[in-house]
């Protein structure tokens, strides 16, 4: 597993993305994240800058799109508004020679489940095949959702990943957001098992070959998440998560979104690497 932080360490002084990825090289850290939280504005060359980068220094890059997305929405410009700037975003990640454009899919806006899971799919499909018909490499990575309220439980994702193809829809798994958003679902390790099994009978080994996933500590109440914490808070528990990526002989990205970024990355990689030795 390689790990990296969502957007730029706060360590770095430079706060360009661009400087980012030689600070998370610095530190001994091997993903970053492009963080287009707020929409898209990367020119095309800053992001062929970014894509050089990475390559030489070794690298995996990703991006996140804007927060402000939602393909549920019954209101033509919002839901105009989302595809466009999903497209954007996976244009100059493209540029970027990055794979997963991670973003939050939509909100059930009081759908019934089954209808919502129907028009998700519908878009998802319309949207990788535009992708794949400009030439990009990018694959799309609707994110686990930390409320019950939006669409994206890990299952749903990796049942659309297996009806669309996982040649196009490649899942974020955020960690935290699954624990949340059942209400504390990750106990321990046999949680994590649970979840691996259930990739693998979705879309195969190779689902735990290129795993991507977020990964912090989250307070939540029982509508879902509130805010990430630091991973000192331990919940959901790391150690048992590191200990089944190991068994499943997985492989794929863990994107720091804690607080601390650079310092729980680190901290995550090295509890990684020794779990992988005992």
Known sequence: MKFGTAGVPISCEDRSSLAGISCVKALGLDAFELEFVHGCRMKESVAAECGEAAKRNGIVLSAHASYYLNLLSNEPP??????????TTA???NAAGGDRLVFHAGFFMGMEHDASYGRMKKELKSLADSIRKDGSNVHLAPETTGKPSQFGSVEDLYILAEEIGYDHIRPT??????HARDNGRIKGKQDYVSILEMIERRVGKEGLKTLHCHLASINFTPKGERNHLTMDHDVPPFRPLAEALHEFKCDGVIISESPNIEKDALYMKGIFEKTGKS
């Open 78 to 87: 919002k839901h105009a508004k989302t595809v466009k700037e999903i497209l």
């Open 91 to 93: 244009f100059i990640l």
């Open 173 to 178: 798994i955020d960690w935290a957001h699954v």
